[in-house]
């Protein structure tokens, strides 16, 4: 069956402007997270969805960065006024429910931000 | 605050070499514990888990047991194979969501 998705694969943008990251987690899926993936290191929590709601959005780094789930399936992570260090892959998996479930992640986007 | 630090790499063997990925973790509390692999193209997967102290996880030949005493999760298979050749990523989570992921291991197994 189809695997979680994200659009676009690769995405190039100046400083300063806006983005939009799209995740279509597999169907069913109540929990979708977000993480951001630098350059060497290991993936990095942003938010954690369970349904429409952000039941944890601790690994934000700042107010530039925000993501909803509206109708509880796909998720945007939006990002404003880009930086070059918000330069990274960032990731989004879904899980069929808290607890025991495995995160199956998708194969992220490639944010470059010149 | 917890963490995970895991074994450098690159790390580059033969075909039916053994193989070994140290990590170790610090954590306020009991977490459980994984591998992931990134296979080339691919997305993150789960490798295995272990969720309590002296837990073995085991999946695809690969194996890892919690050692509360140690703090270690260390990663181990007997025979690799070409098809080995990924990242490998250690993981903890203390609340069932929030994975803190170590830095990942480049493996390359040559024929």
């Known amino acids: 069956g189809a695997g979680v998705s994200q659009t676009p694969s690769n995405k190039v943008t100046e400083k300063g402007k806006y983005v939009e990251l799209r995740c279509d987690p597999i169907?069913?899926?109540?929990?979708l997270y977000w993480y951001r993936q630098s350059l060497g290191q290991g993936p990095e929590f942003l938010i954690y969805?369970?349904?429409?709601?952000?039941?944890?959005d601790s690994g934000l780094p700042n107010d530039r960065f925000f993501a909803v789930r509206p109708e509880g399936s796909v998720s945007t992570l939006k990002i404003q006024r880009t930086e070059r260090g918000d330069s990274a892959v960032y990731l989004c998996?879904?899980?069929?429910?808290?607890?025991?479930?495995?995160?199956?992640f998708g194969n992220g986007t490639r944010l470059t931000v010149t | 605050g917890d963490s995970v630090t895991q074994m450098e790499g690159p790390v580059t063997l033969s075909e039916e070499a053994f193989l070994t990925i140290n990590c170790t973790y610090t954590?306020?509390?009991?977490?459980?514990l994984f591998w992931y692999v990134q296979y080339p193209g691919e997305g993150l997967q789960l490798l295995l888990k272990?969720?309590?102290?002296?837990d073995k996880g085991s999946n695809k030949g690969f194996e890892a047991t919690y050692r509360k005493e140690t703090t270690s999760f260390h990663l181990e298979k007997g025979s690799v194979q070409v098809s080995d050749s990924a990242v490998y990523f250690c993981?903890?989570?203390?609340?069932?969501?929030?994975?803190?992921f170590g830095a990942g291991t480049t493996v390359t197994v040559r024929a």
């Open positions: 998996a879904s899980s069929a429910d808290r607890g025991n479930s495995p995160l199956h």
């Open positions: 169907s069913g899926h109540t929990a």
């Open positions: 969805f369970q349904g429409t709601g952000a039941a944890d």
């Open positions: 954590a306020t509390g009991y977490p459980s």
């Open positions: 272990a969720t309590k102290a002296d």
């Open positions: 993981a903890l989570s203390l609340n069932d969501y929030k994975l803190s």
